[in-house]
């Protein structure tokens, strides 16, 4: 059997999974009448791969261009699904490298190309999107041969194909096409994967995999997916599952599954080289080898790197707790949790002093990616303000530190740069393109630094500003960062918000909550212009009299529409002393202690 695996490789939005979708159209995978010939982002099935336009969990589909099997492994392009890009990145012997033909390679790129060369994968360039209005394709290439040297282990690397595209056009070309218009489709691609992505070595030996993925259904239960590293393996042969702690839990193979398109396919048997999906060993867990009993020895377990950022998790203690979600103790919380941990091995949990679930991730949106798919699962939860992960190195504290790249139209760079620079930031580098008129600015800056950075960006730079993050090493602390942010508006009673009240509020700053929103008392209901906090009743109505007066009525206040913030900008907004609180229905944000006079007292004492 010819087989080839491929990882598709990309900065976010670049076009990676576009190319796929016409890739998988392309091989004939589909019938001319199904649903995906006329699809969209195919393999973004999550809701929230669609609507934030990334891949967040990798997936595998197989297309069969003449008579070899393609098995392609879409990964995610964000650092914060590092975790996603290192384990499936095991199954391929080769990688397309997507670069947008205007853009450059980004700092994602560098990532996931770091990564791929690690591991000795065969590279092929995609200069994509290149009948883009502002795309430089020969300085695109400079750039990308620059990254090569730079990441490249072996001389080798820096040796590469390059394949030009228009993936939303699904048409390829060797050479730079004169007529981005002629007509074209993707063989141009298909037959270099064949020709130089390299096909799986056949090991000598018994059965051997590494389980790299799991998945479930309602019928089978877990399925372990993985590359068959070494043998063959058949329906009802027995195994053994070597664990981290090198332990031996033998068991036996229910079914195997080989994909075609995106569906499972049963077989009765596979051999080395092969992505299978492989039921009955539901003790297996990521990192776990699978092996013969005749042959028992254990692959190198995935290595992630560690943990950046953290924070408190714990169920909804509100007065409004309960009303909106279907999951709302403890017990279940930790269920969901424990069940994550499962899949999302860049995640880690422990439990705090207090009960509550500290839960540590690669960065704010592996974190809240997870926060939001609980919370449209019926989980009430609360969550505290993040906090970065130090170490103790020599008896000094250490604390991470990133590589921050951010685009802007050149008017913003001096106030973008002056913001960084309060958060600790350091400039390294300044590129200036004068036929666009936008900058690029490069720091390092600690991770600190970076919470809450990109809506204060946003802001300063009237939403036109593009943040990219990745993760570059530990350093000593570098002290304090002053708070920037200014204090909030404190709910005093609870009741339902009016047009009344509200006026009062946005005299003295913008508001989070619109007329008819049920609030508490400590629940946080706008920002100041001022830097403390202030109790204000956005309940209060207007006392009728049988006086006329020249005042506002309800009916004839004009209120500003209120700021409604998405739930990372939630998570980056809080201070220490504050809670998001996350239902199915709502993002509220509330002190900590919610009784103004205890509040008082405690900060008092403090």
Known sequence: MNIRNVAIIAHVDHGKT??????????????????????????????QERERGITILAKNTAVTYKDTKINIIDTPGHADFGGEVERTLTMADGAILIVDAAEGPMPQTKFVLKKALSMNLKIIVVVNK???????????????????????????HLNFPIIYAIGRDGKAWNEIPIDFNAPGDLSPLFDLIVRYIPSPKVEEGNFQMLATSLAWDSFQGKNVIGKIKRGSIKKGDSVGIITENNEVIKTRIDR?????????????????????SITGISEAGIGDTIASLDQLDALPRIKIEEPTLKIA????????????????????????????LE?????????????????????????SVFLETIRREGYEVQVSKPQVITKQIDGKEFEPFEE????????????????????????????????????????????????????????ATKGTSVVNTIFLKYEPFQGLIPQTRNGVLIATETGKASPYGLNIAQGRGNTFVGPGTDVYEGMIVGLNSRGQDIDINVCKTKHATNVRSGGLKDEGIILTPPIILSLEQAINFIEKDELVEITPKNIRLRKKILNSGLRAKANKNN
Request: no cysteine; aromatic share 4%.
């Open 18 to 47: 576009t190319l796929v979708d016409g890739l998988l159209k392309q091989s004939h995978t589909f019938r001319e009448n199904e649903a995906e010939m006329q699809q969209e982002l195919i393999m973004d099935s999550n809701d």
């Open 256 to 276: 195997i599954y080989v994909t075609e398109g995106l569906k499972k396919v049963e077989v009765e048997n596979a051999v080395s080289g092969q992505i299978v």
């Open 313 to 340: 998790l714990q169920p909804n203690t509100s007065p409004f707790s309960g009303r909106e979600g279907s999951f709302v103790t403890s017990r279940q919380v930790l269920a969901r949790i424990e069940k994550e």
């Open 343 to 367: 899949t999302n091995i860049a995640m880690k949990m422990e439990v705090g002093s207090d009960g509550s679930y500290i839960l540590s991730g690669r960065g704010e949106l592996h974190l």
């Open 130 to 156: 290149i009948d883009k209005k502002n795309a430089d394709i020969k300085k695109t290439i400079s750039k990308t041969e620059n990254l090569f040297l730079d990441l490249a282990l072996d001389e080798d």
């Open 404 to 459: 921050l790249t951010i685009d802007i139209p050149t008017i913003y760079s001096g106030s973008v740069t002056s913001e960084v620079i309060k958060r600790r930031g350091v400039l390294t580098q300044q590129y200036e393109t004068e036929e666009s008129k936008t900058t690029r600015l490069v720091f390092e800056i600690p991770t600190r630094g970076l919470l809450g950075i990109r809506s204060v960006l946003i802001s």
